[in-house]
């Protein structure tokens, strides 16, 4: 692997001296696990190129003062900006393959998925209508855009009402007459080797429950 570097108008790469035309330094491989920080947010890190194209998640008991409401803040630091981060809800207290999730990106999309058995794995349910334009991805003016914007993802499970930064989703909700339990929990994708620049810029979101 090359390492560039350099001062003034002369780089060296590999041994070579040749004119600069970029500096980078690449940071090494390295994963955070939903680390509690100084700041009071759990974060999620990596730029490891062997979890290209995974989700990743933690589970836990729902702290709310109401059993029946499922609140986080949450944001992106770096990463894809078209790849979905966000909460679990009604997550199983027996298996931690079995939530319900609300994702969204950067650019102020989301999606509203519920994980099911599928054989002898698991696969993600749009619980969003599918649409030929759209797919199973809407977009939302009331997500706060961008990097480093922190968002309020709420649900209220009487009729799994939703709200982004305490404003409700119009026209949706969905009920579901055997949720798989009341557990909470933050969720986190990593794109693909295309989307992605590991190890360079690293898929980085923070989060706390409220």
């Given at each position: 692997?090359?390492?560039?570097?350099?001062?003034?108008?002369?780089?060296?790469?590999?041994?070579?001296?040749?004119?600069?035309?970029?500096?980078?330094?690449?940071?090494?491989i390295?994963?955070?696990?939903?680390?509690?920080?100084?700041?009071?947010?759990?974060?999620?890190?990596t730029?490891?190129?062997?979890?290209?194209?995974?989700?990743?998640?933690?589970?836990f008991?729902?702290?709310?003062?109401?059993?029946d409401?499922?609140?986080i803040?949450?944001?992106?630091?770096?990463g894809?900006?078209?790849?979905?981060?966000?909460?679990i809800?009604?997550?199983?207290?027996?298996?931690?393959?079995?939530?319900?999730?609300?994702?969204?990106?950067?650019?102020?999309?989301?999606?509203?998925?519920?994980?099911?058995?599928?054989?002898?794995?698991?696969?993600?349910?749009?619980?969003?209508?599918?649409?030929?334009e759209?797919?199973?991805w809407?977009?939302?003016?009331?997500?706060?855009?961008?990097?480093?914007?922190?968002?309020?993802?709420?649900?209220?499970?009487?009729?799994?009402?939703?709200?982004?930064?305490?404003?409700?989703?119009?026209?949706?909700s969905?009920?579901d007459?055997?949720?798989?339990?009341n557990?909470i929990?933050?969720?986190?994708?990593?794109?693909?080797?295309?989307?992605?620049?590991?190890?360079?810029?690293?898929?980085?979101?923070?989060f706390?429950?409220?």
């Amino acid at each position: 692997m090359d390492f560039f570097g350099g001062s003034g108008n002369w780089c060296f790469v590999s041994g070579m001296r040749q004119p600069c035309r970029w500096r980078r330094y690449d940071l090494p491989i390295s994963t955070i696990e939903y680390t509690l920080g100084s700041d009071g947010f759990y974060r999620y890190y990596t730029n490891d190129p062997s979890y290209y194209n995974y989700g990743f998640w933690t589970i836990f008991e729902n702290p709310n003062d109401d059993p029946d409401v499922y609140e986080i803040e949450c944001k992106k630091i770096s990463g894809a900006n078209n790849y979905g981060y966000g909460m679990i809800f009604g997550a199983s207290d027996e298996n931690v393959n079995l939530f319900y999730s609300v994702l969204i990106d950067t650019t102020g999309w989301y999606t509203i998925n519920k994980r099911v058995p599928n054989g002898t794995g698991f696969r993600n349910e749009p619980m969003i209508p599918n649409d030929e334009e759209l797919g199973r991805w809407r977009s939302s003016g009331n997500l706060n855009d961008g990097y480093n914007m922190l968002n309020t993802i709420k649900v209220e499970v009487d009729e799994y009402s939703i709200y982004f930064n305490d404003s409700a989703i119009a026209n949706y909700s969905f009920t579901d007459e055997e949720p798989y339990g009341n557990r909470i929990g933050f969720y986190t994708s990593v794109s693909s080797e295309e989307n992605e620049d590991f190890p360079n810029t690293p898929v980085d979101t923070r989060f706390r429950a409220k």
